[in-house]
């Protein structure tokens, strides 16, 4: 019998067949900051960023991280309550910034749940990432079946992440992957298409750079609008232009193209709360755009790294 490789290699995938079972990522929320906000490299973050740090705002609301678990098991668990097992993922802000007390702290409390959630994830800024943080990181492993450290890309130019108000650089994306893999971290890239000042092929670029970085897996997002960030009112005041889905769809396929199958797609487009978001519209359900990429590589006879080898 033939056995048809998937045009795409994607987490979810592979953890089924690992675990035998789904696992969903429970967000857990620390409430700290990131250099970008407090005034150490800028004031007021990322143009898209919004008050909650891009996370849950649950530290926000005095939820704290017993709270935050139950709940988030039991929406991960919620079309079948004897399934999905866990990652715990620390998401908002930067999570080694400003200083590693809390995370350490949390850490501690969180060893507890690591036979429902065998895998830590982590997200931070490449120049928050230290050599203590590493450290503390590598720390967890013996805990864990693994452990993800998730950087901010963004884009691949320097330029864009000064005019979007990002203020990190290329070179410390790949000190901080050189950092965690020199720990036996994992490393997943977060990548945005259709930053202001991007070109068609930024996406393009930024996998080139993820590649060389030797990361483990990727994250593929559209520039999305949300309310209360800097970006909404440049939107509202006409100065940027946002992708239409087709055209996203076209950059990831592009983008796929290049991917080497052994890099994992940990998401291939983004969403956001209904009452946060403002655009692009319309703006098709995850699962449609899973199946456009997919159909888009189909139609060209192609796949995840059909064209690695030859960059
Ligand atoms: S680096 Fe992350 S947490 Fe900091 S402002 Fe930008 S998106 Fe928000």
């Not at 995370?103 to 959630?117: C, G, K, P």
């Not at 994830?121 to 590493?134: H, K, L, N, Q």
């Not at 990548?191 to 393009?204: D, F, R, T, V």
């Not at 994992?264 to 009452?275: I, N, Q, S, Y």
Request: proline share 5%.
């Amino acid at each position: 019998m033939e056995v048809t490789q998937p045009l795409v290699h994607t987490l979810g995938r592979s953890l089924m067949q690992r675990y035998g079972k789904r696992l969903r990522r429970v967000m857990l929320d620390l409430g700290l900051t990131c250099p970008n906000r407090d005034g150490s490299t800028g004031y007021g973050g990322c143009i898209y960023c919004d008050l909650a740090g891009s996370g849950t705002g649950a530290a926000q609301r005095q939820e704290d991280l017993d709270t935050q678990w139950a709940v988030g098991l039991k929406r991960a668990r919620r079309t079948n309550p004897q399934g999905a097992a866990a990652i715990l993922y620390f998401q908002s802000y930067s999570n080694t910034y400003p200083e590693l007390a809390p995370l350490a702290a949390a850490l501690d409390h969180i060893r507890q749940w690591a036979d429902v959630a065998p895998i830590l994830a982590i997200g931070t800024r490449p120049d928050c990432f230290s050599e203590e943080a590493a450290h503390l990181l590598a720390q967890q492993l013996p805990y864990f079946d693994e452990v993800w450290i998730e950087f901010g890309l963004e884009s691949a130019d320097d330029a864009i992440q000064k005019a979007i108000g990002r203020h990190d650089t290329l070179e410390n994306f790949y000190l901080a992957c050189a950092r965690a893999q020199k720990h036996g971290l994992h490393r997943i890239a977060h990548c945005i298409a259709g930053l202001p000042g991007e070109q068609e092929n930024g996406l393009g670029k930024q996998v080139r750079e993820v590649i060389r970085a030797q990361c483990e897996g990727i994250k593929f997002h559209q520039l999305m609008v949300l309310r209360k960030t800097k970006l909404a009112k440049m939107w509202m005041d006409g100065q940027v232009e946002l992708l239409t889905a087709e055209a996203y769809i076209q950059q990831v396929a592009n983008a796929l193209e290049i991917l080497p199958p052994e890099i994992l797609v940990h998401r291939l487009v983004a969403e956001a709360a209904a009452e946060e978001y403002l655009a692009p519209k319309p703006w098709p359900g995850r699962q449609k755009v899973h199946s456009a990429i997919e159909l888009e590589l189909q139609s060209r006879g192609s796949f995840q790294g059909k064209f690695a080898s030859i960059q």
